[in-house]
């Protein structure tokens, strides 16, 4: 992560917080573009305006702040099904669910590894292959992770939504 990055997750995050969310991550694009990604606290699902709401306030705390020199959109989005692993807690939550991990360098001869999550034991992202074995990855040594697109994911979004819809 770079400064620049650190430095508006640092104006980001109190705002974001305050609102009732939690951030997921901070990215720039080369094409200018800020996304914000970002859930709400509780674990309910996320919809259109939660993002207008909280874009609308990051863009005054970033009006504010000014920590971009250059032109940029911002956009804020909540993680979506796939949804990168960012956090540590987020290799627990998601344990059982397929995810795609890469490494800046190689762990145990490969940068990228794919299969299901086991968790997280200290800092080490366990996970079944698909050949079967099992496998540590450093978590600080992971560059990317996200998961994989599966039925049991979209199950589990889906009754995540109804449930949601149920409390209303």
Known sequence: MTDLLR?????????????????????????????????????????????????????????????????????????????????AKDYARWTGHMARLETAEPVEGRRRFKGTLLGLEDGIVKLRLEDGQETGVPLSAVSRAKLEMTDALLEEHRLAQQGAGQAH
């Open 7 to 87: 430095r508006l997750e640092d104006i980001v995050a109190p705002t974001i917080v305050g609102m009732g969310y939690e951030l997921v991550r901070v990215a720039l694009s080369r094409g200018g573009t800020l996304q914000i990604m970002i859930e709400p606290a509780d674990g309910r699902p996320m919809d259109v305006e939660d993002c207008a709401g909280v874009s609308r306030a990051l863009s005054a705390v970033l009006d504010v702040e000014d920590p971009i020199t250059s032109a940029y959109t911002l956009e804020v989005s909540s993680p979506g099904i796939d949804r990168p692993l960012t956090r």
